[in-house]
């Protein structure tokens, strides 16, 4: 999910295109520019006045040919980009119709002694991923996928049909034991399983909340583990300020697991800005900086589309060479801050299957890295993390209309391996 600091050193040595002044062929001026995102027909910005994401045709030549603009590559990008635009719109109104159609249907009514049968909603059906799931700067050459297929998991969950969000408990397959849990019935988090990032970093995204361990943005509460995003003037040890907090936990140096299924149960936030997290990464990042030895992003939410969930792998070179591939899952209606889903990946050696509330809605078989041969980077321990960001460059900054504080409800997370 979100960059190493390593990235936001990279970040900010990345002089020759930060702090600059640029003019379009139109005349629009942008001042103090730093690069956020560049794509084969965009580049995504900040300046003085905010974010903007601005073609690179209508940039002085000298600048296109810093970010290597080729018109023909622009032009399938810019037609994938109102594709993927187009499919999010029909996603959204597609649940729209789904919720008015179900509204309008009458209950009969119910004759004594009779069985009413259950109704089971329609399966939720993933759409495709946008391009822009997180920074890529610079293209990858992929090499050519494994020649021989992996192997189909005999552990799968039954993808069937998804269980009623309120109570979407996934039933595991047998074949999985539990290795590791926490349930947050205790009265404090804990930390022998638990520790936390304190900092004002931005995580690497420009993100603008400072992570702290006070119980104001992490406790247990009532069975469930509360992170908070809380809107208010803060200084941090390290003497930088912001005006946000929140938390991110981190399981390092404390758990870490090479093949599995994770899985946890939650209610997300919502609102512009808002950017909550369960992902992994690499405990010791064997094949290099990130994105290298490999991220794994078990769902993402983006608070001003709180109906969409992203899975996203992470690999590649170290950035800004670095690349991913993932996918969406809509629901069909109301959000994930409506009530608790749960939310998992099964990964075994050579591929990887995201699942919500029991539904299987993309499977991964093809990475790599330049640091070792396949199935690496994603053969080696990686950690959990679950945090909320506040802003950074994929949601972009909260809106007059977000309202703090905003909350993560995690019901509980879980480890399962092979039984034996």
């Known amino acids: 999910m979100r960059l190493a600091a390593l990235t936001l050193l990279a970040f900010l040595t990345l002089s020759s295109v930060r702090a600059e ?43 296109q040919q810093r970010f290597h603009y080729d018109p023909a590559k ?30 309008q249907k009458t209950i009969p009514p119910v004759v004594a002694g009779a069985s009413v049968a259950a ?3 329609a399966s939720p059906q993933p759409v495709t991923a946008p391009s822009a799931v997180a920074p890529v700067i610079a293209e990858s050459t992929t090499p050519s996928a494994p020649t021989s297929t992996p192997p189909s998991s005999q552990f799968a969950v039954n993808p069937g049909t998804p269980a009623a969000p309120g109570n979407a408990h996934a039933t595991v397959n047998a074949n999985w034991k539990l290795v590791w849990s926490d349930e947050f019935d205790g009265t404090s988090i804990d930390s022998s399983k638990w520790g936390f990032e304190v900092n004002g970093d931005g995580g690497g995204n420009n ?32 003497g930088k300020s912001r005006h946000y907090t929140s938390a991110r936990m981190t ?11 994770f899985e946890a149960r ?24 990130w994105a290298r030895s490999g991220e794994l992003d078990i769902v993402e939410v983006i608070g001003h589309q709180p109906n969409l969930a992203y899975g996203t792998i992470h690999y590649g070179d170290s950035w800004p060479h670095n690349t991913h591939t993932g996918d969406k899952f809509a629901l069909p209606s109301g959000d994930f ?33 330049n640091g070792g041969k396949f199935p690496a980077p994603f053969d080696q321990n990686f950690f959990i993390i679950l ?16 309202t703090f504080p905003q909350t993560m409800e995690v019901d509980y997370v879980r480890v399962y391996q092979p039984a034996p």
């Open 21 to 63: 002044e640029w003019t379009t062929t139109d005349g629009k001026t942008y001042r103090d520019v730093k690069v956020v995102k560049i794509e084969d027909d965009a580049v995504t910005i900040l300046d003085q006045d905010g974010g903007a994401l601005v073609p690179i045709a209508v940039l002085a030549p000298d600048l």
């Open 74 to 103: 622009a032009a399938i990008a810019a037609a994938k980009r109102q594709q993927d635009e187009q499919t999010s719109q029909q996603a959204v109104a597609d649940a729209k119709k789904a919720e008015q159609t179900e509204a």
């Open 119 to 121: 109704v089971v909603p």
């Open 207 to 238: 993100e603008l909340q400072y992570y702290t361990d006070r119980p104001e943005n992490a406790k247990v509460e009532d069975g469930h583990l509360v992170i908070t995003a809380i809107k208010e003037n803060y200084k941090g040890p390290d």
């Open 251 to 261: 399981t390092k140096g404390k758990f870490s697991w090479k093949y599995g299924r």
């Open 266 to 289: 939650i209610k997300m936030p919502k609102g512009k800005g808002m950017w909550p997290a369960f992902w992994m990464m690499p405990q010791d990042s064997v094949y290099g900086g």
């Open 337 to 369: 801050s409506d009530d608790f889903h749960v939310f998992a990946v099964e990964w075994e050696e050579g591929e990887i299957r995201w699942y919500i509330d029991g539904q299987l809605y993309q499977t991964q078989t093809k990475w790599y890295t």
């Open 387 to 402: 945090n909320v960001a506040v802003g950074g460059a994929w949601p972009g900054p909260p809106s007059p209309e977000t």
